[in-house]
């Protein structure tokens, strides 16, 4: 694998009270997309915090391409997109937009010809002297999207980028990032909608409690973790598959999401001999198909119901 | 560098691009002149021409004398009414209701206790207004002296040369060297001098911490601090403000330098009229005067200009800012108020620790040095003193905003600040 462009080694950061990463390790490689996956509280937003050196580890080591510290004499190479959105209400779109690149030393005329192009590509042509103030939530947020990739960056760091967005500017907002990726952009992004993660990434990072759960390549994830799963979609009103779900030797894990169940096959298990079973147990059968685990269930089977508790105990 | 001025430019355009500016530039001045011409104006007003007559019932018309006194007086005009004693008491009635006709002002009344005695009596609509009373008292008993000395045969010719008045010219002496200044024109200009740093610490330094807690509020702080150092954001939100107040300064000093260069062409317009013909002279500054200002204004300012920022890193809205700052403006308040006393004794010991301590001294030492000499070796102490210590409020400003500027929600206490400045 060729040199990662981010990585963190054994990284901490505690503050008053509790531990809000612990020995966090990661390597992103250059030109691949990769989640950072938590629940809530997690500790994603202090490890991207830590990557761009807002707040200092209290432990650990960070490098991006491969030198250590000061993000900020990289930042013309990096786009930083934080959790708390934020413009300048009063001043013009295409000001902040140059205003922002200027900051990370990009030059005045530059910064204008780029951001014209890229309020182009974004349909915001029309807006960019109009107030920040006056246009609506979806649009800033693609205001803020355009000035974290302004500067033609080599590394995306987007902290839950897709969040607040409708489906349609989601949608923008991957395939741009995909687009950048194809380009050569390396990027790190964290979410907790894994639907999104599955969708993007070719490899993950999950953390619960501020230490690493299980990371590497999407698809060797899903099969180291995954197992052998079937979903099942049996007519209302059969219950009787309810019995063949608890059946240890052929199901190791099932869960019934109304609509359908996802069931992660036992070991050995053989999914002719599920059907069989599901049929004579007299339900009707409307979709059954073998397939690779969700990423979604690999995520609560590994970070476990308990993920969403805040990582503030276990100091004691 | 370069990234500290692409924050000082945007912060100094935001400011003076906003409408605040503009009203609160333009409001200057034009205060500035109604301080200056209001007074003029009422001056005028108070003392139009004033009717009065003059009823004499004395038995030897010393009467006339008072009534040539105020008629030769500016702005006055007075008339003669002979009567008698006896006779006084049905004119005055009549008198009374020619006052109330708005005809006359008033009428005095002289009998001959008014030589004996100093006895008289003014009677009018405008015996509140102390100007009028005033130049009424003079003339009248400028008039009463030299009918008195007179009466006890002094030569009229040295009354009229005893009563020459006396105009005392005050010079400013400064370092054993006498200047053009005079005394009212150096009180002048450490008054102005008080005023522009006082204004400019409270509302500038206010204006610091009302910058930082925006960018909080808006949320765009995280953005900038990923690719800014928080001191280099600092410097550029000090540095920005203070360049706008800079700016302002300047403006008003040009508007005030038209307005009282042209004070005639403005006195004018208003159709107002001073005796002499001009209201306020505009008092020589030596150079080193306006160094002295500047130097303190950017001490003065960046002392507490890094405070502001201070409060305004530790606040999470203008609320909170407002109630934050509070004794940083009492940092500011108490000195200034004190300097501004210290002017009666400008070398005396409180001036002399007014000037030395840091916090007073932006204000106090440019007030100070404006009337008085000031010895070498105290200016470098003071501003020895001061630059260590705005240096040193600084470096404890930067960590606290360093820190300040990510954190949300309740403001922290004073143990907590000092963890703050002590983290990594």
Same mark, same amino acid.
């Given at each position: 694998?060729?040199?990662p462009?981010?990585?963190?080694?054994?990284v901490t950061?505690?503050?008053?009270?509790?531990?809000?990463?612990?020995g966090?390790?990661l390597?992103v490689?250059?030109?691949?997309?990769?989640?950072?996956l938590?629940?809530?509280?997690?500790?994603?937003?202090? +490890?991207?915090?830590?990557?761009?050196?807002?707040i200092?580890?209290? =432990?650990?080591?960070?490098?991006?391409?491969? =030198?250590?510290?000061?993000?900020?004499?990289?930042?013309?190479?990096?786009?930083?997109?934080?959790?708390?959105?934020g413009l300048y209400?009063?001043m013009k779109?295409?000001?902040?937009?140059?205003f922002?690149a200027e900051?990370?030393?990009?030059a005045?005329?530059?910064?204008k010809q780029r951001?014209a192009?890229?309020?182009e590509?974004?349909?915001?042509a029309?807006?960019?002297?109009?107030?920040v103030?006056?246009?609506?939530?979806?649009?800033q947020?693609k205001?803020?999207?355009?000035a974290t990739?302004l500067?033609?960056?080599n590394?995306l760091?987007l902290?839950?980028p897709?969040s607040?967005?409708?489906?349609?500017?989601?949608?923008i907002?991957?395939?741009?990032?995909l687009?950048?990726?194809?380009?050569?952009?390396?990027v790190?992004?964290? +979410?907790?909608?894994?639907? %999104?993660a599955?969708?993007?990434?070719?490899?993950?990072?999950?953390?619960?409690?501020?230490?690493?759960?299980?990371?590497?390549?999407?698809?060797e994830?899903k099969?180291r973790?995954?197992?052998?799963h079937?979903?099942?979609?049996?007519?209302?009103g059969s %219950?009787?598959?309810?019995?063949?779900?608890?059946?240890?030797?052929l199901v190791?894990?099932a869960?019934?999401?109304g609509?359908?169940?996802?069931?992660?096959?036992?070991?050995?298990?053989?999914?002719?001999r599920?059907l069989t079973?599901?049929?004579?147990?007299?339900?009707r059968?409307?979709?059954?198909?073998?397939?690779?685990?969700?990423l979604n269930?690999?995520?609560?089977?590994?970070?476990?119901?308990?993920?969403?508790?805040?990582?503030?105990?276990g100091?004691? | 560098m370069?990234?500290?001025?692409v924050?000082?430019r945007?912060e100094f355009?935001?400011?003076?691009?906003?409408?605040?500016?503009?009203?609160a530039t333009?409001?200057?001045?034009?205060l500035?002149?109604?301080?200056?011409?209001?007074p003029?104006y009422?001056?005028?007003?108070?003392?139009g021409v004033?009717?009065? @007559?003059v009823?004499?019932?004395s038995s030897d018309? $010393?009467?006339r004398?008072?009534?040539?006194?105020l008629?030769?007086? /500016?702005?006055?005009t007075a008339?003669y009414?002979q009567?008698?004693l006896a006779?006084?008491?049905?004119?005055?009635?009549?008198?009374a209701a020619?006052v109330?006709?708005?005809?006359?002002n008033?009428?005095?009344?002289?009998?001959?206790?008014?030589?004996?005695?100093?006895?008289?009596?003014?009677r009018? *609509?405008?015996?509140?207004?102390?100007?009028d009373m005033?130049?009424l008292?003079r003339?009248?008993?400028?008039?009463?002296?030299?009918?008195? #000395?007179?009466?006890?045969?002094?030569? /009229?010719?040295?009354?009229?040369d005893?009563?020459l008045?006396?105009?005392l010219r005050?010079?400013n002496?400064?370092?054993?060297k006498t200047?053009?200044?005079s005394g009212?024109?150096a009180?002048?200009?450490?008054?102005?001098m008080?005023? $522009?740093?006082y204004?400019?610490?409270?509302?500038?330094?206010?204006l610091v911490?009302g910058?930082?807690v925006?960018e909080?509020?808006s949320r765009?702080?995280? $953005?900038?601090a *990923?690719?800014?150092?928080p001191?280099?954001?600092?410097?550029g939100? &000090?540095?920005?403000?203070?360049?706008?107040?800079?700016f302002?300064?300047?403006?008003?000093?040009?508007?005030?330098k038209?307005?009282?260069?042209q004070?005639?062409?403005?006195?004018?317009?208003f159709?107002?009229?001073i /005796?002499?013909?001009?209201?306020?002279?505009l008092?020589g &500054?030596p !150079?080193?005067? $306006?160094?002295v200002l500047? #130097?303190y204004f950017?001490?003065?300012?960046?002392?507490?200009? @890094?405070?502001?920022?201070?409060?305004?890193a530790?606040?999470?809205?203008e609320?909170d800012?407002?109630q934050?700052?509070q004794?940083?403006?009492?940092?500011?308040?108490?000195?200034? #108020?004190?300097?501004?006393?210290? #002017?009666?004794?400008?070398?005396?010991p409180?001036?002399?620790?007014l000037?030395?301590?840091?916090?007073?001294s /932006?204000?106090?030492?440019?007030?100070?040095?404006s &009337? *008085?000499?000031?010895? !070498?070796g105290e200016l470098?102490?003071?501003?020895?003193l001061?630059?260590?210590t705005?240096l040193?409020v600084?470096?404890v400003?930067?960590?606290?905003y360093r820190?300040?500027?990510l954190?949300?929600?309740k403001?922290?206490g004073?143990?907590?600040l000092?963890?703050?400045?002590g983290?990594?």
């Amino acid at each position: 694998m060729p040199d990662p462009v981010v990585v963190l080694e054994a990284v901490t950061k505690r503050y008053a009270g509790h531990t809000a990463v612990r020995g966090l390790s990661l390597a992103v490689a250059p030109g691949s997309v990769c989640g950072l996956l938590g629940p809530n509280g997690a500790g994603k937003t202090t +490890t991207m915090r830590m990557i761009m050196n807002i707040i200092a580890p209290d =432990e650990g080591v960070v490098r991006l391409f491969g =030198e250590r510290w000061d993000s900020r004499n990289l930042s013309a190479r990096i786009g930083y997109l934080p959790e708390e959105r934020g413009l300048y209400k009063k001043m013009k779109v295409l000001e902040v937009l140059v205003f922002l690149a200027e900051t990370k030393g990009i030059a005045r005329r530059t910064a204008k010809q780029r951001a014209a192009e890229w309020l182009e590509r974004m349909g915001l042509a029309e807006w960019s002297l109009k107030k920040v103030d006056d246009l609506s939530k979806g649009m800033q947020q693609k205001v803020q999207f355009i000035a974290t990739v302004l500067h033609d960056p080599n590394l995306l760091i987007l902290d839950e980028p897709f969040s607040g967005l409708d489906p349609v500017n989601s949608q923008i907002m991957k395939d741009t990032v995909l687009e950048l990726a194809r380009q050569g952009a390396t990027v790190l992004f964290s +979410t907790h909608i894994m639907e %999104q993660a599955e969708k993007l990434c070719d490899s993950v990072c999950i953390i619960a409690h501020g230490e690493t759960v299980v990371d590497g390549p999407l698809a060797e994830v899903k099969r180291r973790h995954g197992g052998h799963h079937v979903i099942v979609a049996v007519e209302r009103g059969s %219950q009787a598959v309810d019995q063949v779900w608890a059946d240890r030797s052929l199901v190791a894990k099932a869960h019934n999401y109304g609509q359908y169940a996802e069931v992660e096959l036992a070991d050995g298990a053989d999914p002719q001999r599920l059907l069989t079973t599901i049929l004579e147990a007299g339900a009707r059968i409307s979709r059954f198909e073998v397939t690779e685990a969700t990423l979604n269930q690999v995520f609560i089977d590994l970070v476990g119901p308990d993920a969403a508790r805040p990582a503030a105990r276990g100091e004691a | 560098m370069q990234r500290t001025w692409v924050v000082i430019r945007r912060e100094f355009l935001a400011k003076v691009r906003n409408k605040w500016f503009l009203i609160a530039t333009l409001l200057g001045p034009a205060l500035m002149g109604l301080a200056m011409f209001l007074p003029a104006y009422l001056l005028t007003k108070s003392t139009g021409v004033r009717n009065v @007559t003059v009823v004499d019932a004395s038995s030897d018309q $010393v009467g006339r004398r008072i009534a040539e006194a105020l008629d030769g007086a /500016p702005l006055i005009t007075a008339h003669y009414l002979q009567t008698t004693l006896a006779a006084a008491g049905d004119l005055a009635d009549s008198l009374a209701a020619e006052v109330g006709l708005k005809s006359i002002n008033g009428f005095l009344l002289v009998t001959d206790q008014t030589v004996t005695d100093g006895q008289v009596e003014y009677r009018g *609509s405008n015996v509140s207004s102390q100007m009028d009373m005033a130049s009424l008292q003079r003339y009248v008993e400028e008039a009463v002296l030299t009918e008195r #000395l007179e009466r006890v045969g002094v030569d /009229p010719r040295l009354v009229a040369d005893a009563r020459l008045r006396v105009d005392l010219r005050t010079i400013n002496i400064r370092g054993g060297k006498t200047t053009e200044q005079s005394g009212q024109a150096a009180f002048f200009l450490a008054y102005v001098m008080w005023f $522009v740093l006082y204004i400019a610490l409270v509302v500038y330094g206010q204006l610091v911490a009302g910058a930082v807690v925006e960018e909080k509020s808006s949320r765009i702080i995280e $953005v900038l601090a *990923s690719s800014l150092r928080p001191f280099q954001l600092l410097a550029g939100k &000090v540095i920005g403000v203070g360049a706008v107040g800079l700016f302002q300064l300047v403006i008003w000093a040009v508007m005030a330098k038209i307005l009282i260069d042209q004070q005639a062409f403005f006195l004018d317009l208003f159709g107002i009229q001073i /005796p002499g013909g001009r209201a306020f002279g505009l008092p020589g &500054v030596p !150079l080193a005067m $306006v160094g002295v200002l500047l #130097l303190y204004f950017v001490l003065g300012f960046f002392l507490y200009a @890094t405070m502001f920022a201070a409060v305004g890193a530790m606040s999470s809205s203008e609320a909170d800012v407002r109630q934050a700052q509070q004794p940083v403006l009492m940092l500011i308040v108490i000195p200034a #108020l004190l300097a501004f006393g210290a #002017l009666n004794d400008p070398d005396g010991p409180i001036a002399l620790t007014l000037t030395l301590v840091p916090f007073s001294s /932006p204000i106090a030492m440019p007030i100070r040095w404006s &009337v *008085s000499a000031v010895p !070498l070796g105290e200016l470098a102490a003071s501003v020895g003193l001061l630059l260590v210590t705005t240096l040193g409020v600084t470096w404890v400003a930067a960590r606290i905003y360093r820190v300040g500027i990510l954190m949300y929600g309740k403001r922290p206490g004073l143990r907590e600040l000092a963890r703050w400045v002590g983290t990594r």
